[in-house]
């Protein structure tokens, strides 16, 4: 995994896999969508700062994800 992030940095893995994500279901309308991208995207083992920061980035109206 590490050799991973030498090559690639993790915040540009994370907005890949939130881009091939949002290309496979289109973009969030509700707080539930982006949830459930949050999910995804966490369960694939990024970081979660990384991953809010990857979520506020799309132009959505559910952009507002709450910090926590």
């Known amino acids: 995994l590490e050799a991973a992030y030498q090559i690639r940095p993790e915040a540009d893995l994370v907005k890949t896999a939130l881009e091939r994500k949002i290309r496979r279901s289109g973009l969030p309308k509700n707080r539930d969508e982006m949830k459930k991208i949050f999910d ?11 991953i809010r920061a990857s979520l506020r980035e799309i132009d959505s109206p559910a952009s507002d994800f709450p910090e926590d």
């Open 40 to 50: 995804y995207l966490a369960r694939l083992g990024f970081d979660y700062e990384l």
